[in-house]
């Protein structure tokens, strides 16, 4: 059974950090790309980064280009998403995901990816 945790989610101010990890469990991750998507109150789920199952190449929607950083640690079967210069408008539920089969692009769309973790909420105030 593969299962998806998220953590690291909270409140805070804008231009503050935080670290979502995401941690991994049920099979092995090392061949399958990872995601994270947001989804806040009222729009629709949208893709924020994914990394590719090497972790060499890492893509990113343009609304978080440059202030967030996706990254991989294959031996903790984690992904973690490390977020700077935080905008109110980047308040909303966090998730992972990943396929489920091994692919040699990395999915960007939500409905190629199988697997979701709960969500973790993420909320910056101005």
């Known amino acids: 059974q593969v299962q998806l945790v998220e953590s690291g989610g909270g409140l805070v101010q804008a231009g503050a950090s935080l670290r979502l990890s995401c941690i991994a469990s049920?099979?092995?991750?090392?061949?399958?790309?990872m995601g994270w998507f947001r989804q806040a109150p009222g729009k629709e789920r949208e893709f924020v980064a994914a990394?590719?199952?090497?972790?060499?190449?890492?893509y990113y929607a343009d609304s978080v280009k440059g202030r967030f950083t996706i990254s991989r640690d294959k031996g903790k079967n984690t992904v973690y998403l490390q977020m700077n210069s935080l905008k109110p408008e980047d308040t909303a539920v966090y998730y992972c995901?990943?396929?489920?089969?091994?692919?040699?692009?990395?999915?960007?769309?939500?409905?190629?990816?199988?697997?979701w973790g709960q969500g973790t909420q993420v909320t910056v105030s101005s």
């Open positions: 995901a990943t396929p489920g089969s091994p692919t040699a692009n990395t999915p960007l769309a939500y409905y190629d990816y199988d697997y």
């Open positions: 049920g099979r092995t991750f090392n061949y399958y790309a």
């Open positions: 990394i590719s199952w090497s972790g060499d190449d890492t």
